[in-house]
């Protein structure tokens, strides 16, 4: 046996004993002796990954792929490091070649199939989770993911039937089953679908997390009959379980509200014109203001193309953070500077987009903290701040679970102060910035739709089309919370669902309305 195998051999049986320091050393042994041996180069990898050494494991697994471009185990670590950096087309590539090399292991296609939904590669995801579901695939998440689908694909039906089925073959997880349910927003809930809501939460051995989903379901079908007493009396428990789990941060928040509010354009920096394309839009806005409306009428339009809602700005703000400060870093950046990050979005962005298309629009609400992060690097974007009567949009937030993030939303006074917060930070972009922002009333696009898509058009500079006004024939696939509104024409009652919850919200109804005031004031007089 020669020195490099008895290494190997040590590194290997340290590796089962579970002494890792031990097996790292004698891999490493392995690679200074060889540096492409390719058990010692996977056993490091999977090494680095128990230490969570990201950067490592992704050297180690792409040295190893190098050497051998059907290595499974290469592949499959690979998928997991870009699922966990949420680069969904990398792990997509990967999940598809494992599953050329693995035709049969339906746990590699339920993988391509659950990226192929975050990349919004619908017909994909439907293929790979339906051929998991036929199958009968261990893991009942194919049933709830396929749900999923359907509901993006706007087929309500298929839909309802797959939440049901899931409901009752994972009976552990039927919180999420009907929460699901509840979201489609067009599902009218049963009496039976109540009681088994109820005899769920008479049990004591449930979860924090499972009984607020089911306190957040049992609210809509209160809202449904039309006792609003009741129903957010459900949504308030609901919320009062997940406060204490995801705290809201005021303080931090508030302090970074304050530092971006020094913020002043830098106008000294000249972006290149040909790096300008295509043209980015940026639909921003408080959370379940109409956000995904817009994007779906504009994405009706023929010269523009819809993406997902990005981090990829959300992902620059913190590298600034991280690097001495915000705001501080943003004032300061160079020309050069700009054109690396402006290239690294494009570059996050490119994989969604079709090289026919103008304009790409990146819709995440939560951007309206970054207008001048995004006017610095973007000079020649178009940005759409979506805005809807305060108090409506605060009954909105509240009785919606969101799966991440948003944790101001679990209280009415996170919800005060994250609104008075968003409305504080637009009026300076708004002094900032003037004309290049539009802003649009949610209640006035709903009332008079032509003249304000009209407006929305001209503002982007782009020629009317029909199909933005009967954007909700489109059949494009819409993966928010609002997939099924934005599949029927728009209609006034999603407006003053305020005056049925006036009595349930008691003083908070007027602090909102205090707010509502004060915003048409600025941006309606």
Same mark, same amino acid.
């Given at each position: 046996?020669?020195?490099?195998?008895?290494?190997?051999?040590?590194?290997?049986? *340290?590796?089962?004993?579970?002494?890792?320091?031990?097996?790292?050393?004698?891999?490493?042994?392995?690679?200074?002796?060889?540096?492409?041996?390719?058990?010692?180069?996977?056993?490091?990898?999977?090494?680095?990954?128990?230490?969570?050494?990201?950067?490592?494991?992704?050297?180690?697994?792409?040295?190893?792929?190098?050497?051998?471009?059907?290595?499974?185990?290469?592949?499959?670590?690979?998928?997991?490091?870009?699922?966990?950096?949420?680069?969904?087309?990398?792990?997509?590539?990967?999940?598809?070649?494992?599953?050329?090399?693995?035709?049969?292991?339906?746990?590699?296609?339920?993988?391509?199939?659950?990226?192929?939904?975050?990349?919004?590669?619908?017909?994909?995801?439907?293929?790979?989770?339906?051929?998991?579901?036929?199958?009968? =695939?261990?893991?009942?998440?194919?049933?709830?993911?396929?749900?999923?689908?359907?509901?993006?694909?706007?087929?309500?039906?298929?839909?309802?039937?797959?939440?049901?089925?899931?409901?009752?073959?994972?009976?552990?997880?039927?919180?999420?089953?009907?929460?699901?349910?509840?979201?489609?927003?067009?599902?009218?809930?049963?009496?039976?679908?109540?009681?088994?809501?109820?005899?769920?939460?008479?049990?004591?051995?449930?979860?924090?997390?499972?009984?607020?989903?089911?306190?957040?379901?049992?609210?809509?079908?209160?809202?449904?009959?039309?006792?609003?007493?009741?129903?957010?009396?459900?949504?308030?428990?609901?919320?009062?379980?997940?406060?204490?789990?995801?705290?809201?941060?005021?303080?931090?928040?508030?302090?970074? /509200?304050?530092?971006?509010?020094?913020?002043?354009?830098?106008?000294?920096?000249?972006?290149?014109?040909?790096?300008?394309?295509?043209?980015?839009?940026?639909?921003?806005?408080?959370?379940?203001?109409?956000?995904?409306?817009?994007?779906?009428?504009?994405?009706?339009?023929?010269?523009?193309?819809?993406?997902?809602?990005?981090?990829?700005?959300?992902?620059?703000?913190?590298?600034?953070?991280?690097?001495?400060?915000?705001?501080?870093?943003?004032?300061?950046?160079?020309?050069?500077?700009?054109?690396?990050?402006?290239?690294?979005?494009?570059?996050?962005?490119?994989?969604?987009?079709?090289?026919?298309?103008?304009?790409?629009? !990146?819709?995440?609400?939560?951007?309206?903290?970054? /207008?001048?992060?995004?006017?610095?690097?973007?000079?020649?974007?178009?940005?759409?701040?979506?805005?809807?009567?305060?108090?409506?949009?605060?009954?909105?937030?509240?009785?919606?679970?969101?799966?991440?993030?948003?944790?101001?939303?679990?209280?009415?006074?996170?919800?005060?102060?994250?609104?008075?917060?968003?409305?504080?930070?637009?009026?300076?972009?708004?002094?900032?910035?003037?004309?290049?922002?539009?802003?649009?009333? =949610?209640?006035?696009?709903?009332? !008079?739709?032509?003249?304000? /898509?009209?407006?929305?058009?001209?503002?982007?500079?782009?020629?009317?089309?029909?199909?933005?006004?009967? *954007?909700?024939?489109?059949?494009?696939?819409?993966?928010?919370?609002?997939?099924?509104?934005?599949?029927?024409?728009?209609?006034?009652?999603?407006?003053?669902?305020? !005056?049925?919850?006036?009595?349930?919200?008691?003083?908070?109804?007027?602090?909102?309305?205090?707010?509502?005031?004060?915003?048409?004031?600025?941006?309606?007089?």
């Amino acid at each position: 046996m020669s020195r490099e195998e008895q290494y190997l051999k040590e590194a290997i049986s *340290f590796f089962a004993s579970q002494q890792f320091s031990s097996s790292g050393i004698y891999a490493r042994k392995v690679i200074r002796k060889n540096p492409d041996n390719l058990d010692a180069l996977l056993l490091l990898a999977k090494l680095s990954m128990r230490q969570n050494d990201v950067g490592e494991a992704y050297k180690f697994y792409s040295k190893s792929l190098a050497l051998s471009p059907n290595c499974q185990e290469s592949l499959q670590g690979l998928a997991s490091l870009a699922e966990s950096k949420e680069r969904f087309f990398e792990a997509f590539d990967y999940y598809q070649t494992l599953s050329s090399l693995l035709p049969s292991d339906l746990g590699i296609r339920f993988k391509l199939g659950m990226t192929a939904l975050q990349n919004g590669n619908v017909s994909i995801a439907e293929q790979s989770l339906r051929e998991c579901v036929d199958q009968e =695939f261990v893991d009942k998440a194919c049933l709830l993911n396929l749900a999923h689908v359907y509901k993006a694909k706007g087929d309500t039906d298929k839909a309802v039937q797959l939440y049901h089925q899931y409901i009752l073959q994972a009976p552990e997880h039927q919180s999420t089953g009907y929460w699901s349910l509840a979201d489609l927003k067009s599902y009218q809930m049963t009496e039976q679908d109540r009681n088994n809501i109820e005899t769920y939460l008479a049990a004591s051995n449930i979860s924090l997390a499972s009984r607020s989903l089911m306190l957040f379901a049992l609210g809509r079908f209160w809202e449904q009959q039309q006792e609003f007493n009741k129903a957010y009396q459900s949504m308030t428990q609901a919320n009062q379980l997940l406060s204490p789990a995801r705290p809201f941060k005021k303080e931090s928040f508030l302090h970074i /509200i304050k530092s971006l509010k020094t913020y002043q354009a830098n106008n000294s920096i000249d972006v290149a014109q040909s790096n300008k394309s295509q043209i980015p839009i940026f639909i921003v806005g408080m959370p379940r203001s109409g956000t995904t409306l817009v994007e779906q009428i504009l994405a009706s339009h023929s010269k523009v193309q819809a993406t997902d809602e990005l981090p990829y700005i959300e992902r620059i703000a913190l590298q600034l953070e991280m690097s001495g400060g915000y705001v501080k870093n943003l004032q300061a950046l160079s020309t050069e500077m700009v054109s690396q990050m402006r290239q690294s979005y494009l570059k996050e962005v490119e994989p969604y987009l079709d090289e026919k298309a103008a304009y790409f629009i !990146d819709k995440n609400p939560n951007n309206f903290l970054h /207008i001048g992060l995004i006017k610095t690097l973007f000079p020649e974007a178009k940005i759409i701040n979506v805005i809807r009567h305060t108090t409506d949009n605060a009954i909105s937030v509240f009785k919606q679970h969101f799966s991440r993030g948003h944790d101001y939303s679990y209280s009415t006074e996170g919800i005060e102060i994250y609104w008075n917060a968003y409305h504080d930070i637009m009026q300076h972009w708004d002094r900032l910035y003037g004309e290049q922002l539009c802003h649009v009333s =949610f209640e006035t696009l709903v009332n !008079d739709p032509e003249t304000q /898509i009209r407006r929305i058009l001209d503002y982007c500079s782009l020629d009317f089309m029909q199909e933005c006004i009967d *954007f909700h024939q489109s059949k494009r696939t819409v993966l928010t919370p609002s997939a099924a509104q934005v599949r029927r024409p728009m209609n006034v009652k999603a407006i003053g669902m305020r !005056d049925k919850y006036r009595q349930a919200m008691g003083k908070d109804y007027h602090v909102f309305e205090g707010i509502a005031a004060k915003v048409k004031q600025y941006y309606f007089r």
